[in-house]
């Protein structure tokens, strides 16, 4: 026990750093280059610009577009006046019109070729055209092809006119006017055999009460003379 504490005492005295841990080589120096770096400098701001010595922005931005490069560099003349007669009344293709961007570039000392992209046509193939197939349409006519009405009262029948009780009297004496002229009627047309309703007002459409004439036919006044000195020959 006593040599245990006189171990003790002599391991106290010895100087710290003689003493090392067990499978650790001794610290290493650091390098000059390290050991010659002085204190760092504090970052000091640069002094504030005054207001009235502020760069001018289209100064600033003429700047900048004086360093850009590349296709940004061309510049088409931009006109200001008017075009005159001569060029408004110009018609220029669209390869023209290419051409003139072209040949302007190359007036310019300094700019770069100016280039457009190749035309690719869709395909060389001719047009075969559309090809469809047959649709057949029927068609219906806004007019009426019939036979000739010989005792037509358009004003009454087809227009709709009303003269209240003299109406019936009306018909009465326009069917027996009708039924004595009946051979002029079909003596005025003898060779045609059908009337149509084209260039007539539609029924019941409001027109005017019009009193119809009768047109004067040869071949009208024939027929009448012809029935009408028959019946007197029949009919003595």
Known sequence: MTSLFAVLALAGHSPAQDWQPTGQGKPQQ????????GAVQQFQPP?????????????????????RTGEDTVEFPIRIEPPGIHELTQRNSEDQFF????????????????????????????YAGRQFAAMPKIIEP?????????????NFERYGWDLGPATPAVNIGMF??????????????????????????????PT?????????????????TTVVGGLFFAFP
Do not use: W
Request: charged share 20%; glycine share 6%.
């Open 208 to 224: 005017p009460l019009l009193l119809y004439h009768e047109r004067f036919s040869v071949t009208g006044m024939i027929f009448e």
């Open 99 to 126: 051409q003139k961007l072209i040949d302007e570039g190359r007036l310019k000392p300094g700019s770069p070729r100016v280039y457009f992209p190749e035309h690719q046509p869709v395909s060389t193939r001719p």
């Open 47 to 67: 002094p504030p610009t005054p207001l009235g010595k502020l760069p001018d922005p289209i100064t600033r931005v003429s700047a900048q577009m004086k360093n």
């Open 176 to 205: 027996y006017y009708d039924l004595v002229m009946l051979p002029y009627h079909l003596g005025s047309n003898a060779c045609r055999c059908y009337d149509c309703s084209a260039g007539k007002c539609l029924p019941g459409d």
């Open 30 to 37: 650091l390098p000059p280059t390290v050991q010659k770096v």
């Open 142 to 154: 806004n007019y009426v092809c019939h036979k000739p009405l010989l005792f037509e009262q358009k």
